[in-house]
Protein backbone atom coordinates (compact mmCIF):
# COMPACT_ATOMS: atom_id res chain seq x y z
CA UNK A 1 0.00 0.00 0.00
CA UNK A 2 1.18 3.47 -0.94
CA UNK A 3 1.49 6.71 1.42
CA UNK A 4 0.86 8.51 -2.22
CA UNK A 5 -3.06 7.21 -1.24
CA UNK A 6 -5.19 8.98 1.36
CA UNK A 7 -6.90 7.10 3.73
CA UNK A 8 -10.49 6.76 1.66
CA UNK A 9 -8.03 5.36 -1.39
CA UNK A 10 -6.40 3.31 0.88
CA UNK A 11 -9.58 1.81 2.31
CA UNK A 12 -11.22 1.57 -1.03
CA UNK A 13 -7.81 -0.29 -1.80
CA UNK A 14 -7.51 -2.63 0.75
CA UNK A 15 -11.62 -3.22 0.87
CA UNK A 16 -11.44 -4.22 -3.06
CA UNK A 17 -8.15 -6.40 -2.35
CA UNK A 18 -9.66 -8.77 -0.18
CA UNK A 19 -12.81 -8.61 -2.14
CA UNK A 20 -11.14 -9.71 -5.37
CA UNK A 21 -8.72 -11.99 -3.77
CA UNK A 22 -11.72 -14.09 -1.90
CA UNK A 23 -14.11 -13.70 -4.71
CA UNK A 24 -12.41 -13.74 -8.42
CA UNK A 25 -9.14 -14.86 -7.74
CA UNK A 26 -9.98 -18.76 -7.08
CA UNK A 27 -11.93 -18.52 -10.72
CA UNK A 28 -9.47 -17.08 -12.93
CA UNK A 29 -7.43 -19.93 -13.87
CA UNK A 30 -10.30 -22.04 -15.17
CA UNK A 31 -12.10 -18.86 -16.68
CA UNK A 32 -8.92 -18.51 -18.69
CA UNK A 33 -8.79 -22.00 -19.83
CA UNK A 34 -11.76 -22.26 -20.90
CA UNK A 35 -11.93 -18.64 -22.42
CA UNK A 36 -15.08 -16.96 -21.25
CA UNK A 37 -15.96 -14.45 -18.76
CA UNK A 38 -17.84 -14.65 -15.21
CA UNK A 39 -20.82 -11.46 -16.90
CA UNK A 40 -22.39 -12.07 -13.43
CA UNK A 41 -19.62 -10.90 -11.19
CA UNK A 42 -19.50 -7.44 -12.35
CA UNK A 43 -22.74 -6.14 -10.44
CA UNK A 44 -21.01 -6.81 -7.10
CA UNK A 45 -17.60 -4.98 -8.47
CA UNK A 46 -19.55 -1.69 -9.54
CA UNK A 47 -20.40 -1.56 -5.90
CA UNK A 48 -16.45 -0.40 -5.77
CA UNK A 49 -17.05 2.12 -8.50
CA UNK A 50 -16.41 0.22 -11.47
CA UNK A 51 -18.65 1.53 -14.37
CA UNK A 52 -20.22 3.67 -12.17
CA UNK A 53 -17.48 5.80 -11.16
CA UNK A 54 -17.31 7.10 -14.60
CA UNK A 55 -20.54 8.41 -14.77
CA UNK A 56 -22.59 11.71 -13.51
CA UNK A 57 -24.67 11.61 -10.40
CA UNK A 58 -26.98 13.28 -12.22
CA UNK A 59 -27.43 10.05 -14.22
CA UNK A 60 -27.05 7.53 -11.74
CA UNK A 61 -23.39 7.09 -11.59
CA UNK A 62 -20.75 7.70 -8.70
CA UNK A 63 -18.97 10.00 -10.42
CA UNK A 64 -14.83 9.35 -9.06
CA UNK A 65 -12.20 10.97 -9.16
CA UNK A 66 -8.96 10.05 -11.78
CA UNK A 67 -7.27 9.00 -8.28
CA UNK A 68 -9.91 6.64 -7.40
CA UNK A 69 -10.47 5.07 -10.89
CA UNK A 70 -6.87 4.31 -10.86
CA UNK A 71 -6.99 2.21 -7.67
CA UNK A 72 -10.19 0.36 -9.51
CA UNK A 73 -7.94 -0.39 -12.17
CA UNK A 74 -4.44 -0.97 -10.26
CA UNK A 75 -6.41 -3.57 -8.03
CA UNK A 76 -8.23 -5.50 -11.75
CA UNK A 77 -5.02 -5.30 -12.85
CA UNK A 78 -3.52 -7.07 -10.09
CA UNK A 79 -6.24 -9.66 -9.95
CA UNK A 80 -6.88 -10.32 -13.49
CA UNK A 81 -6.23 -8.24 -17.41
CA UNK A 82 -9.54 -9.77 -18.76
CA UNK A 83 -11.09 -8.02 -15.92
CA UNK A 84 -9.24 -4.86 -16.10
CA UNK A 85 -9.68 -4.83 -20.23
CA UNK A 86 -13.65 -5.23 -19.27
CA UNK A 87 -14.30 -2.99 -16.90
CA UNK A 88 -12.50 -0.51 -18.67
CA UNK A 89 -14.31 -0.05 -21.94
CA UNK A 90 -17.68 -0.93 -20.15
CA UNK A 91 -16.73 2.28 -18.19
CA UNK A 92 -15.73 4.11 -21.22
CA UNK A 93 -18.67 3.58 -23.25
CA UNK A 94 -20.99 4.28 -19.83
CA UNK A 95 -18.89 7.52 -19.62
CA UNK A 96 -20.08 8.88 -23.39
CA UNK A 97 -23.26 7.95 -23.24
CA UNK A 98 -23.15 9.97 -20.01
CA UNK A 99 -21.15 12.73 -21.65
CA UNK A 100 -23.09 12.73 -24.77
CA UNK A 101 -26.47 10.80 -24.87
CA UNK A 102 -29.56 12.43 -25.17
CA UNK A 103 -32.39 11.55 -22.13
CA UNK A 104 -33.74 8.37 -24.61
CA UNK A 105 -30.80 7.14 -24.98
CA UNK A 106 -29.50 7.26 -21.41
CA UNK A 107 -32.80 5.30 -20.40
CA UNK A 108 -32.24 2.60 -22.92
CA UNK A 109 -28.66 2.22 -22.85
CA UNK A 110 -26.91 3.80 -20.08
CA UNK A 111 -29.06 2.75 -17.23
CA UNK A 112 -28.94 -0.73 -18.16
CA UNK A 113 -25.74 -0.88 -18.10
CA UNK A 114 -24.95 0.50 -14.66
CA UNK A 115 -27.46 -2.57 -13.42
CA UNK A 116 -25.04 -4.55 -15.44
CA UNK A 117 -27.39 -6.11 -17.22
CA UNK A 118 -26.72 -4.80 -20.72
CA UNK A 119 -23.32 -4.73 -22.09
CA UNK A 120 -21.18 -2.08 -24.52
CA UNK A 121 -18.54 -1.78 -26.98
CA UNK A 122 -16.86 0.60 -28.34
CA UNK A 123 -15.26 0.56 -32.08
CA UNK A 124 -12.53 2.81 -33.50
CA UNK A 125 -10.24 0.52 -35.19
CA UNK A 126 -10.00 -1.03 -38.75
CA UNK A 127 -7.69 -2.78 -40.56
CA UNK A 128 -6.18 0.41 -42.73
CA UNK A 129 -6.83 2.71 -39.35
CA UNK A 130 -5.23 1.44 -36.09
CA UNK A 131 -2.63 4.35 -34.95
CA UNK A 132 -3.94 6.24 -37.55
CA UNK A 133 -7.44 6.07 -36.67
CA UNK A 134 -8.06 9.33 -38.87
CA UNK A 135 -8.03 7.48 -41.67
CA UNK A 136 -10.88 5.03 -40.47
CA UNK A 137 -13.28 4.12 -43.48
CA UNK A 138 -16.48 2.71 -42.00
CA UNK A 139 -19.89 5.10 -43.60
CA UNK A 140 -23.18 5.77 -41.92
CA UNK A 141 -25.32 7.35 -44.64
CA UNK A 142 -28.36 9.08 -44.01
CA UNK A 143 -31.27 7.33 -45.27
CA UNK A 144 -34.87 9.17 -44.51
CA UNK A 145 -35.29 8.44 -40.69
CA UNK A 146 -32.16 5.55 -40.61
CA UNK A 147 -28.48 5.79 -41.24
CA UNK A 148 -27.19 2.76 -43.23
CA UNK A 149 -23.79 1.72 -41.53
CA UNK A 150 -21.49 0.30 -43.98
CA UNK A 151 -17.54 -1.26 -42.79
CA UNK A 152 -15.70 -3.47 -40.43
CA UNK A 153 -13.53 -2.86 -38.03
CA UNK A 154 -11.29 -5.49 -36.12
CA UNK A 155 -10.22 -6.01 -32.60
CA UNK A 156 -13.01 -4.90 -30.90
CA UNK A 157 -13.13 -6.32 -27.00
CA UNK A 158 -16.12 -8.45 -25.85
CA UNK A 159 -17.93 -7.76 -29.33
CA UNK A 160 -19.51 -10.79 -29.02
CA UNK A 161 -20.98 -10.75 -25.67
CA UNK A 162 -22.23 -7.31 -25.75
CA UNK A 163 -25.91 -6.12 -26.71
CA UNK A 164 -24.72 -2.82 -28.13
CA UNK A 165 -22.27 -0.66 -28.87
CA UNK A 166 -20.75 2.83 -30.40
CA UNK A 167 -19.53 2.58 -33.54
CA UNK A 168 -17.20 5.20 -34.66
CA UNK A 169 -17.89 6.26 -38.95
CA UNK A 170 -18.26 8.92 -41.38
CA UNK A 171 -21.19 10.51 -41.24
CA UNK A 172 -22.63 10.90 -45.16
CA UNK A 173 -25.51 13.12 -46.18
CA UNK A 174 -28.27 11.44 -48.08
CA UNK A 175 -25.97 13.28 -51.21
CA UNK A 176 -22.96 11.62 -50.26
CA UNK A 177 -21.43 15.18 -48.48
CA UNK A 178 -19.08 14.19 -45.65
CA UNK A 179 -20.02 15.46 -41.84
CA UNK A 180 -16.85 13.82 -40.38
CA UNK A 181 -16.55 11.06 -37.99
CA UNK A 182 -19.72 10.82 -35.44
CA UNK A 183 -20.81 7.93 -32.79
CA UNK A 184 -23.62 5.75 -33.83
CA UNK A 185 -25.28 4.01 -30.90
CA UNK A 186 -25.70 -0.15 -32.87
CA UNK A 187 -28.16 -2.32 -30.72
CA UNK A 188 -27.61 -5.79 -32.13
CA UNK A 189 -31.15 -6.81 -31.49
CA UNK A 190 -32.76 -4.07 -33.61
CA UNK A 191 -29.99 -4.05 -36.15
CA UNK A 192 -27.81 -7.05 -36.35
CA UNK A 193 -24.46 -7.07 -37.47
CA UNK A 194 -21.38 -9.42 -38.08
CA UNK A 195 -19.28 -10.32 -35.16
CA UNK A 196 -17.27 -12.89 -34.66
CA UNK A 197 -13.56 -13.20 -32.55
CA UNK A 198 -9.88 -13.21 -33.38
CA UNK A 199 -8.25 -15.96 -31.60
CA UNK A 200 -5.67 -14.15 -29.29
CA UNK A 201 -2.85 -14.21 -27.46
CA UNK A 202 -3.53 -11.88 -24.35
CA UNK A 203 -6.75 -11.82 -22.02
CA UNK A 204 -8.07 -15.11 -22.82
CA UNK A 205 -11.41 -14.35 -21.46
CA UNK A 206 -12.56 -11.67 -23.25
CA UNK A 207 -12.97 -11.91 -26.99
CA UNK A 208 -10.97 -9.20 -29.51
CA UNK A 209 -14.03 -9.07 -32.72
CA UNK A 210 -14.01 -8.10 -36.32
CA UNK A 211 -17.51 -6.33 -36.45
CA UNK A 212 -19.12 -6.70 -39.85
CA UNK A 213 -21.30 -4.02 -40.94
CA UNK A 214 -22.97 -4.75 -44.68
CA UNK A 215 -25.72 -1.92 -44.79
CA UNK A 216 -27.03 -2.90 -41.61
CA UNK A 217 -29.88 0.07 -40.74
CA UNK A 218 -30.22 2.08 -37.64
CA UNK A 219 -32.65 4.25 -36.44
CA UNK A 220 -31.69 8.46 -36.65
CA UNK A 221 -32.02 9.23 -33.17
CA UNK A 222 -29.38 6.60 -32.56
CA UNK A 223 -26.13 9.36 -33.04
CA UNK A 224 -24.86 10.24 -30.35
CA UNK A 225 -23.56 13.90 -29.52
CA UNK A 226 -23.15 15.98 -32.44
CA UNK A 227 -22.42 15.33 -36.51
CA UNK A 228 -19.02 15.03 -36.63
CA UNK A 229 -18.20 14.85 -32.67
CA UNK A 230 -17.19 11.81 -32.69
CA UNK A 231 -13.37 11.98 -32.50
CA UNK A 232 -13.93 14.73 -29.98
CA UNK A 233 -16.21 11.96 -28.01
CA UNK A 234 -13.29 9.44 -28.09
CA UNK A 235 -10.31 12.17 -27.09
CA UNK A 236 -12.03 13.74 -24.42
CA UNK A 237 -11.78 10.03 -22.81
CA UNK A 238 -8.26 9.36 -24.06
CA UNK A 239 -6.15 10.51 -20.45
CA UNK A 240 -8.61 8.07 -17.94
CA UNK A 241 -8.28 5.20 -20.93
CA UNK A 242 -4.36 6.16 -20.79
CA UNK A 243 -4.42 6.02 -17.11
CA UNK A 244 -6.23 2.98 -16.49
CA UNK A 245 -4.28 0.82 -18.92
CA UNK A 246 -0.99 2.49 -16.84
CA UNK A 247 -2.49 1.55 -14.19
CA UNK A 248 -3.89 -1.85 -14.81
CA UNK A 249 -0.33 -2.49 -15.76
CA UNK A 250 1.00 -1.31 -12.18
CA UNK A 251 -1.63 -4.12 -11.03
CA UNK A 252 0.14 -6.57 -13.33
CA UNK A 253 3.85 -5.56 -12.40
CA UNK A 254 2.44 -5.99 -8.60
CA UNK A 255 1.14 -9.28 -9.20
CA UNK A 256 4.72 -10.60 -10.66
CA UNK A 257 6.30 -9.15 -7.74
CA UNK A 258 3.99 -11.34 -5.40
CA UNK A 259 4.60 -14.51 -7.39
CA UNK A 260 8.22 -14.23 -7.86
CA UNK A 261 8.84 -13.59 -4.24
CA UNK A 262 6.45 -16.43 -3.28
CA UNK A 263 7.99 -18.49 -6.12
CA UNK A 264 11.67 -17.91 -4.76
CA UNK A 265 11.09 -18.45 -1.09
CA UNK A 266 9.40 -21.69 -1.70
CA UNK A 267 11.85 -23.73 -4.53
CA UNK A 268 15.06 -25.09 -3.05
CA UNK A 269 17.99 -25.91 -6.10
CA UNK A 270 21.50 -26.50 -5.17
CA UNK A 271 20.55 -26.91 -0.84
CA UNK A 272 19.09 -23.65 -0.89
CA UNK A 273 16.06 -21.47 -1.74
CA UNK A 274 16.08 -18.98 -4.74
CA UNK A 275 15.70 -16.29 -2.68
CA UNK A 276 19.32 -16.52 -1.12
CA UNK A 277 20.52 -16.43 -4.27
CA UNK A 278 21.70 -12.64 -5.57
CA UNK A 279 21.01 -13.13 -8.81
CA UNK A 280 17.45 -14.16 -7.98
CA UNK A 281 17.32 -11.09 -5.52
CA UNK A 282 18.58 -8.96 -8.28
CA UNK A 283 15.36 -9.79 -10.45
CA UNK A 284 12.81 -9.45 -7.86
CA UNK A 285 14.10 -6.28 -6.81
CA UNK A 286 14.27 -4.90 -10.00
CA UNK A 287 10.51 -6.09 -10.75
CA UNK A 288 9.71 -4.17 -7.10
CA UNK A 289 11.79 -0.91 -8.29
CA UNK A 290 10.18 -0.84 -11.73
CA UNK A 291 6.63 -1.77 -10.43
CA UNK A 292 7.03 1.73 -8.10
CA UNK A 293 8.23 4.12 -9.95
CA UNK A 294 5.42 2.91 -12.27
CA UNK A 295 2.90 3.60 -9.67
CA UNK A 296 3.97 6.90 -8.72
CA UNK A 297 4.18 7.98 -12.06
CA UNK A 298 0.25 6.89 -12.50
CA UNK A 299 -0.70 8.34 -9.01
CA UNK A 300 0.82 11.68 -10.10
CA UNK A 301 -1.11 11.86 -13.93
CA UNK A 302 -3.73 10.86 -11.56
CA UNK A 303 -3.69 13.91 -9.43
CA UNK A 304 -2.96 16.22 -12.03
CA UNK A 305 -6.06 15.06 -13.79
CA UNK A 306 -7.86 15.75 -10.00
CA UNK A 307 -6.26 19.36 -9.55
CA UNK A 308 -7.60 20.21 -13.11
CA UNK A 309 -5.09 20.05 -15.21
CA UNK A 310 -4.58 18.84 -18.93
CA UNK A 311 -2.86 15.67 -17.80
CA UNK A 312 -1.92 14.75 -21.22
CA UNK A 313 1.75 14.38 -20.93
CA UNK A 314 1.80 12.87 -17.63
CA UNK A 315 -1.00 10.10 -19.32
CA UNK A 316 1.60 9.38 -22.26
CA UNK A 317 4.51 8.92 -19.53
CA UNK A 318 2.39 6.94 -17.22
CA UNK A 319 0.89 4.58 -20.39
CA UNK A 320 4.46 4.17 -21.83
CA UNK A 321 6.21 3.46 -18.63
CA UNK A 322 3.62 1.42 -17.03
CA UNK A 323 3.26 -0.81 -20.26
CA UNK A 324 6.87 -1.42 -20.85
CA UNK A 325 7.30 -1.96 -17.09
CA UNK A 326 4.43 -4.59 -17.03
CA UNK A 327 6.38 -6.41 -19.89
CA UNK A 328 9.72 -6.43 -17.87
CA UNK A 329 8.40 -7.25 -14.69
CA UNK A 330 6.73 -10.38 -16.32
CA UNK A 331 9.91 -11.21 -17.81
CA UNK A 332 11.90 -11.53 -14.94
CA UNK A 333 8.79 -13.09 -12.59
CA UNK A 334 8.78 -15.73 -15.64
CA UNK A 335 12.71 -16.27 -15.58
CA UNK A 336 12.08 -16.53 -11.41
CA UNK A 337 10.32 -19.59 -12.43
CA UNK A 338 12.70 -21.43 -14.50
CA UNK A 339 10.28 -23.79 -16.22
CA UNK A 340 7.56 -23.84 -14.06
CA UNK A 341 7.05 -20.39 -15.68
CA UNK A 342 6.02 -21.61 -18.82
CA UNK A 343 3.74 -23.66 -17.35
CA UNK A 344 -0.62 -22.85 -17.34
CA UNK A 345 -0.25 -24.11 -13.63
CA UNK A 346 1.37 -20.88 -12.47
CA UNK A 347 -0.51 -17.63 -13.23
CA UNK A 348 3.25 -16.02 -14.61
CA UNK A 349 2.92 -17.75 -17.98
CA UNK A 350 -0.43 -15.66 -18.13
CA UNK A 351 0.86 -12.47 -16.68
CA UNK A 352 3.84 -12.48 -19.23
CA UNK A 353 0.86 -13.12 -22.08
CA UNK A 354 -1.11 -10.38 -20.55
CA UNK A 355 1.62 -7.97 -20.31
CA UNK A 356 2.43 -8.07 -23.89
CA UNK A 357 -1.00 -6.42 -24.47
CA UNK A 358 -0.17 -3.13 -21.95
CA UNK A 359 1.77 -1.83 -24.84
CA UNK A 360 -0.53 -1.42 -27.92
CA UNK A 361 -4.40 -0.42 -27.15
CA UNK A 362 -4.98 3.21 -25.77
CA UNK A 363 -2.31 4.24 -28.64
CA UNK A 364 1.11 2.51 -28.14
CA UNK A 365 4.18 3.15 -26.60
CA UNK A 366 5.47 4.35 -29.63
CA UNK A 367 2.37 6.81 -30.17
CA UNK A 368 2.63 7.82 -26.33
CA UNK A 369 6.52 8.61 -27.20
CA UNK A 370 5.57 10.70 -30.22
CA UNK A 371 2.73 12.66 -27.78
CA UNK A 372 5.18 13.19 -25.48
CA UNK A 373 8.71 14.83 -28.03
CA UNK A 374 5.93 16.81 -29.37
CA UNK A 375 5.48 17.82 -26.42
CA UNK A 376 8.78 18.44 -25.45
CA UNK A 377 9.99 19.87 -28.84
CA UNK A 378 7.35 21.50 -30.15
CA UNK A 379 7.50 18.87 -33.45
CA UNK A 380 5.24 16.55 -34.04
CA UNK A 381 7.07 13.81 -35.52
CA UNK A 382 3.68 11.70 -35.95
CA UNK A 383 3.79 11.65 -39.90
C1 LIG B 1 -6.32 -6.76 -26.84
C2 LIG B 1 -6.72 -5.58 -27.66
C3 LIG B 1 -7.97 -4.98 -27.42
C4 LIG B 1 -8.38 -3.88 -28.22
N1 LIG B 1 -9.63 -3.36 -28.02
C5 LIG B 1 -10.08 -2.38 -28.87
C6 LIG B 1 -11.43 -1.91 -28.77
O1 LIG B 1 -12.20 -2.35 -27.92
N2 LIG B 1 -11.83 -0.94 -29.65
C7 LIG B 1 -11.01 -0.43 -30.61
O2 LIG B 1 -11.44 0.43 -31.37
N3 LIG B 1 -9.72 -0.89 -30.74
C8 LIG B 1 -9.25 -1.85 -29.90
N4 LIG B 1 -7.95 -2.33 -30.02
C9 LIG B 1 -7.11 -1.82 -31.10
C10 LIG B 1 -5.95 -0.96 -30.62
O3 LIG B 1 -6.41 0.31 -30.24
C11 LIG B 1 -4.93 -0.90 -31.79
O4 LIG B 1 -4.36 -2.20 -31.89
C12 LIG B 1 -3.86 0.13 -31.56
O5 LIG B 1 -4.39 1.43 -31.67
C13 LIG B 1 -2.69 -0.01 -32.56
O6 LIG B 1 -3.16 -0.08 -33.85
P1 LIG B 1 -2.65 -1.28 -34.80
O7 LIG B 1 -2.83 -2.55 -34.06
O8 LIG B 1 -3.35 -1.14 -36.11
O9 LIG B 1 -1.10 -1.05 -34.98
P2 LIG B 1 -0.39 -0.10 -36.07
O10 LIG B 1 -0.95 1.28 -35.97
O11 LIG B 1 -0.39 -0.76 -37.40
O12 LIG B 1 1.09 -0.07 -35.50
C14 LIG B 1 2.03 -1.12 -35.73
C15 LIG B 1 3.37 -0.68 -35.15
O13 LIG B 1 3.81 0.52 -35.80
C16 LIG B 1 4.03 1.55 -34.84
N5 LIG B 1 3.63 2.83 -35.43
C17 LIG B 1 2.46 3.15 -36.04
N6 LIG B 1 2.47 4.42 -36.45
C18 LIG B 1 3.67 4.93 -36.08
C19 LIG B 1 4.30 6.21 -36.20
N7 LIG B 1 3.69 7.27 -36.76
N8 LIG B 1 5.56 6.35 -35.72
C20 LIG B 1 6.19 5.32 -35.11
N9 LIG B 1 5.66 4.10 -34.97
C21 LIG B 1 4.41 3.91 -35.43
C22 LIG B 1 3.15 1.17 -33.66
O14 LIG B 1 3.61 1.76 -32.44
C23 LIG B 1 3.30 -0.33 -33.66
O15 LIG B 1 4.50 -0.69 -33.02
C24 LIG B 1 -7.52 -3.38 -29.24
C25 LIG B 1 -6.27 -3.98 -29.44
C26 LIG B 1 -5.87 -5.06 -28.66
C27 LIG B 1 -4.53 -5.68 -28.92
Known amino acids: MSIALNTEERDLQQALRRYLDAEVAPLVAEY???REFPWDLLGGLYEFGY???????????????????????????????????????????????????????????????????????FALTEAEAGSDAGALRCTGRRDGDSFVLNGRKIYITNALHCDFGILLARQLDEDGADRGV???????????????????????????CELVFDDVRIPAENLLGEPGSGFGLAMAAVNQGRLNMAMGAVGLSQACLEAAVRFSRERRQFGKSLAEFQL??????????????????????????????????ECSMAKYYCGETAGRSATLALQVHGGAGLMEEFPVERYFRDAREATIPEGTSQIQVLQMGKHLLGRSALR
Open 32 to 34: ERR
Open 51 to 121: VRGAVARAHGGDEVGAMVQAVLMEEAGRCWGSLRTTVNVQGMVAMLLSRAGTDAQRARFLDPMLAASRFGW
Open 182 to 208: SAFLVDAAESPYGVHDIAHMPVRSTTS
Open 280 to 313: VQQMVVDIAVGTQTARLLGYDAARVLDAGGDGRY
